[in-house]
């Protein structure tokens, strides 16, 4: 097709392929936990650097997790070919306020202080926010107060404050159908209807998930977020058509978007 974006990354689509792994092999560093305003974290990034340089997403735990919790979905987002930075908060028990000031934080980080390795293979004008439970209360309160961010994805997402209309950016939440945590019926449906000022967005609830699939290698979970990405943060029309009609599956309990994107 014409019109094709500067930053397309891989091989084109396919149905099988956007349920799998990327084709990217990963390199890893880590950030030191002393590191200014968040608790540094891990860094997931393509190998090669014949390839153009790739987008990034900075990711953020939920209450009382870590970074590690979250290494198969940064991996398998990375494998698409993103900078996948996985944090760690100041405190376990931050807020998801507190988890948005230091996502933003790190987002800082990545495009000014990480390593040469990451800082030759990343595009610092290309990032995205995204977090698990209060990490995605958080990188609700990210996209909102950051209109340069790319995307968001929430994961999950736990937050006191139900409504979002301030969100501009293109923004992604997946919620999970069995969540007894963070209910879809209390978090991520309101804060999806509430964004009403977000120039697409898309609500995914994963048949039969719970709380915490964020955890996990989640197949549909990894389709939506990578897909997500794809289409925002690198502009990949190839993308489009998974996004638009709405995807319908078995393994969604819920889809609800914003067309055409
Ligand atoms: O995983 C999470 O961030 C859980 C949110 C939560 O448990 O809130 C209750 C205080
Ligand atoms: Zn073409």
């Not at 099988?16 to 860094?43: E, P, Y």
């Not at 990034?45 to 979905?73: H, M, R």
């Amino acid at each position: 097709a014409d019109a094709e974006s500067p930053y397309e990354r891989g091989p084109d689509p396919t149905s099988a392929s956007v349920l799998d792994n990327g084709t990217f092999s990963l390199s890893s560093t880590s950030v030191s936990s002393l590191v200014t305003g968040f608790g540094g974290g891990t860094i997931y990034y393509p190998t090669t650097t014949t390839a153009g340089t790739f987008g990034g997403v900075v990711l953020a735990p939920g209450f009382t997790a870590s970074s590690t919790s979250y290494a198969s979905v940064a991996r398998r987002v990375a494998s698409h070919g993103f900078v996948v930075f996985a944090i760690d908060t100041n405190s376990r028990y931050d807020q998801p306020e507190s988890r948005g000031t230091q996502i933003l934080a790190a987002v800082r980080y990545l495009k000014s202080s990480a390593s040469s390795a990451v800082a030759t293979r990343l595009d610092e004008s290309r990032i995205a926010v995204s977090g698990h439970s209060m990490g995605g209360g958080g990188t609700l309160e990210a996209a909102n107060q950051d209109s340069s961010i790319k995307a968001a994805v929430a994961l999950q997402p736990w937050h006191t404050d139900k409504t979002w209309p301030g969100i501009q950016i293109p923004t992604m939440i997946i919620g999970a159908e069995n969540d007894s945590v963070a209910p879809v019926a209390s978090h991520s449906i309101p804060f999806y209807t509430s964004a009403t000022g977000a120039r697409e967005k898309a609500y995914g609830e994963i048949n039969n998930g719970d709380h915490f699939i964020a955890n996990t290698d989640d197949d549909w979970q990894g389709r939506l977020f990578v897909t997500w990405l794809k289409r925002y943060v690198d502009e990949d029309t190839r993308y489009s058509q998974f996004l638009c009609p709405a995807p319908s599956s078995i393994y969604l309990s819920d889809y609800r978007n914003t067309c055409p994107d």
